[in-house]
């Protein structure tokens, strides 16, 4: 016995016995942000390699589902899904991801925002941890406010954010537009518009069909005025990118990570640009809504649950790591006690020192909780052409063209339509 464990000690000291290592599944810029909470916590747990894979948005979604439909088959030890596409799995394979209640997640829920929880559970059980979000916000440019005597604290409102509008488009002889809606090709105006109204396609228990509810009205109603008043370009997301790298788009609406598309996509018009909170739909109506984010989730079949939990809770619940992945690597946290770091006053050089991580994050609060369900996908490609015929004035008002987008989202998913 003495020999083995002598022989054992000389293996671990000469690396040929493997250390512990846990398998991560991301996309894009998820990786090397992850990758730079690896040492705290190998502090915590030494000797643990940690392997994070790039595999892709779509690649992950796809392997996930493969691997949960083949009962756990080739599955990482934390895997990153998105909010809204997370019901799919807790739906469809309810057995494929660990409740992370078993590993103490129940203490986690005051250190994250509602809305944030309301995709990751179901029927009790906490599947994933929230990662990042995206509150909304308005990028706009500084330098064209100005030209056309705009002061975006004056933008309170949806009817301020016309009337402002109309004054630019005019000053620039119609060269120059508030915005742009991506028409055709997507309702992400819809989704953050009825967000901020508390209103969704589904109910949050995910039982019945809620897209034309009240909420959901005041949100197509909203769009279709700042259509009719001409202050919005029609474009996809390439055309979006093209008309602010062309100075012909003066604000963009969007979740907090299209910062970094901004930077990235126009480096020239640095100090250009600022951000203010979502006007409201309604004098004194809330003012904050949520368009992205993700989380980590630990499939059963992993073999480390508590280190993946450990490695979870290392990068997502501990401050200093996210406040370096918010400033490295500008993916917006959704832990709660971000929002009272003094780091958060620093001014962004590339937002003329304009704090703006202070501001977008103080709305983390004050976003109404929605679900996606297992039926996201459908219920959305449904309302993107109703949303497309609706500005296009083929609905005599938002309920008619809501009603109808309720039937077919019902047909689509089996799901009643709430009365």
């Not at 967000?195 to 109910?203: E, L, P, T, V």
């Not at 909170?277 to 904050?288: D, E, K, N, Q, Y």
């Amino acid at each position: 016995m003495r020999r083995i464990a002598l022989v054992l000690a000389t293996l671990v000291l000469t690396g040929l016995v493997s250390a512990q290592t846990l398998d991560v599944w991301v996309w894009d810029i998820n990786k090397p942000a992850l990758e730079s909470t690896i040492t705290s916590f190998q502090q915590m747990h030494p000797g643990v390699q940690v392997n994070v894979e790039d595999l892709g948005n779509q690649n992950v979604y796809d392997r996930g589902l493969a691997g949960c439909a083949a009962g756990g088959l080739d599955m990482p030890d934390v895997y990153l899904v998105e909010n809204n596409e997370a019901q799919v799995f807790w739906a469809q394979f309810p057995d494929c991801f660990t409740d992370l209640r078993t590993l103490g997640a129940d203490g986690l829920k005051p250190a994250f925002p509602a809305f944030k929880w309301a995709e990751l559970t179901q029927d009790g059980a906490i599947y994933a941890i929230p990662y990042d979000s995206g509150p909304t916000t308005i990028f706009y440019r500084r330098d064209l406010y100005q030209q056309a005597g705009i002061d975006p604290a004056s933008i309170l409102t949806w009817d301020d954010f016309a009337t402002e509008g109309k004054k630019l488009v005019a000053h620039f002889s119609g060269d120059v537009k508030m915005g742009t809606i991506a028409k055709g090709t997507d309702d992400e105006w819809f989704r953050m518009l009825a967000n901020q109204a508390g209103c969704f396609y589904f109910d949050n228990a995910g039982d019945n069909v809620t897209v034309n509810q009240p909420g959901c009205v005041t949100a197509m109603d909203t769009m279709k005025k700042l259509w009719d008043a001409g202050i919005l370009w029609p474009g996809d997301w390439g055309n979006q990118i093209q008309f602010f790298q062309q100075s012909k788009e003066a604000s963009a609406f969007f979740g907090s990570w299209y910062a970094g598309t901004i930077e990235s996509e126009a480096p020239d018009q640095s100090g250009k640009w600022g951000v203010y909170i979502t006007p409201a739909l309604t004098p004194g109506g809330v003012r904050a809504s949520n368009l992205g984010g993700s989380a980590l989730a630990i499939p059963s079949s992993s073999k480390n649950p508590q280190l993946a939990y450990d490695f979870i809770t290392n990068a997502l619940a501990d401050t200093d790591n996210q406040i370096n992945i918010l400033f490295n690597y500008g993916l917006t946290p959704s832990l709660l006690a971000v929002m009272n770091d003094p780091r958060l006053d620093q001014g962004v050089p590339y937002f003329d020192n304009q704090a703006i991580w202070k501001t977008i994050l103080g709305t983390l609060g004050d976003v109404p909780p929605v679900v996606g369900t297992q039926f996201f996908q459908e219920a959305r490609n449904v309302m993107i052409a109703v949303v497309n015929d609706y500005l296009d004035g083929k609905y005599p008002d938002a309920k008619t063209a809501l009603d109808t987008a309720a039937r077919q989202i019902s047909q689509a998913t089996g799901l009643p339509v709430a009365n």
